[in-house]
């Protein structure tokens, strides 16, 4: 009896021993496991980044990647940075937070990096503009770019062609007031939107030594901005009804439904558009902004950077994230499901809508977007739709000027 006893204990201490040690081995594999945070600013990608997210960690189990996105996401990240509450990965754009940020060491120094090597060069220069640094902290993703995008079923009903000059480009719109619809559809609810048509206008129209000025102290949006301006209002004799009242989703969706024959807005709203009607045909071209053919540049920037947070718990996790990425099956993937055009040499964009602005991309008729210069403080989008309202061209270079120069006082 006493040794069935000694039998049955030895058994049960077995027992316990080989659960203590599976629970054990549960817990290491939990332990193993790293969560690093995505912070991207761009919500329209959340689903690709879904899915990518979701390829990745079936590639890599042990890193689990929390994605975020939230509202006004640049000002998110800055009272962020406040608190010292830097995420893992960041992906936002090329812009002057970008260089604030950049220059008060939020990011990692990614100079030495190798996926830099793949990059087409004019993208890095744009970046080091950006910043006025030589040092880069962020790897380009994507481009984007502005150009006219236009329904190509009521051109070939009204007749029209793709219009290569500015005076052209205005008989396209009367044409298109006289046949009783809306030659361009505006979303001015949104602030924001005033700046696709206005980056355009400015950048081609600004002169070439705007910069090389600024960077003297000298602040000429005053009188540079002004052909600008007078052209943005121009533009504006030809839209609907209660511009100040539409918002970028409706105006998506009311373009896409056929309410306007063209949409002054980024290549990232086609996406938008063709999903409230996947039946349409629609294209874009290259603003004409003079009257010699392709004289005028289109804008693109760096729509999208990845770049690691220089107090980063994981920082090797982090760079496995982005050069996963990187890779070309899935940059792909994100440039087509985007709209993008790619920053990575040897990938090339084939959505047949944007093969207006192909020539552009292959002669290098580039200019970057002009509001990613303009310093924080000096609000172009809302003067802009005050301009929008009242079309007081003098008062809009006053107070641009004026808050422009205030920034530059306080340096």
Known sequence: MKKMILLLAAGVLSVVLFAGCSNGNTSSSKSDEVKIEFFQYKSEAIPTFAKLIAKFEEENPTIKVEQVSPPEAEVVLKTRVMKSDIPDIIGIGANNNFKELSKAGVYKDMTNDENLDNVQPAYLQMLKDVTGLEEIYAVPYAANAVGVIYNKAIFKELGLEVPTTWDEFIAVAEKVKESGKIPFYFTFKDAWTTLPAFNVLAANTQGDDFYDELNKGNVLVGTRYKE???????????????????????????????????????????????????????????????????????????????????????????????????????????????????????ISQEEPSLEGLKESFAKGALVDFPDHYIPVGVTADQSLQILAQNKDVAAFLDTMQKDWEKVEDRK
């Open 228 to 346: 600008a301006a007078e052209k943005f209002v121009k533009l504006l004799d030809y839209g609907h009804k209660n511009q100040q009242g539409v918002a970028y989703n409706d105006g998506n969706t009311a373009f896409a439904n056929g309410e306007s024959a063209m949409y002054l807005q980024g290549i990232w709203a086609i996406p938008e558009i063709k999903k409230a009607n996947p039946a349409i045909d629609l294209g874009v071209f290259p603003y004409p902004l003079t009257n010699t053919p392709g004289e005028s540049n289109v804008v693109s920037g760096i729509d999208l950077l990845l770049s690691i947070g220089a107090s980063s718990k994981h920082p090797e996790e982090a760079q496995k994230f982005i050069e996963f990425l990187l890779k070309e099956e899935n940059i792909t993937m994100y440039i087509q499901e985007q709209n993008a055009f790619p920053t990575l040499k040897g």
